[in-house]
């Protein structure tokens, strides 16, 4: 069973900056996807990020350039460095682990991928 704890949410200004982290489990560590994900009110969830097990990220167009996806293995945790924040990233985020249709399809997501594990979520609040 993959455990995934989020932290590191909070409220920043356009422009700042936030880093998410992720504590999972080993065996969420050894899955060969692992993925954020974000939802706004009103809004559907999407795929932000995504990381193979070795190492090849991936990133919706909406963040590439501006977020950065990690892991530290030693520590099992995954990491969202967010950067130049904008008030579209508001949204509540989530660490996932295990899409069954693969990564390239998590930062692709429409709600009909399976996705195994979630972590509870983080509030991320960008103002203007």
């Known amino acids: 069973q993959a455990q995934l704890v989020e932290s590191g949410g909070g409220s920043v200004q356009t422009g700042g900056s936030l880093r998410l982290s992720c504590e999972a489990s080993r065996y969420a560590f050894s899955l060969d996807c692992m993925a954020w994900f974000r939802q706004a009110p009103g809004k559907e969830r999407e795929g932000v990020a995504s990381?193979?097990?070795?190492?090849?990220?991936g990133y919706a167009p909406s963040v590439q350039d501006r977020f950065t996806i990690s892991k530290d293995t030693a520590k099992n945790t995954l990491y969202l460095q967010m950067n130049s924040l904008k008030p579209e990233d508001t949204a509540v985020y989530y660490c996932a682990a295990e899409i069954l249709e693969g990564c390239s399809a998590a930062i692709r997501y429409t709600g009909d991928q399976t996705v195994n594990y979630w972590g509870q979520g983080t509030q991320v609040t960008v103002s203007s």
């Open positions: 990381i193979t097990r070795d190492g090849t990220t």
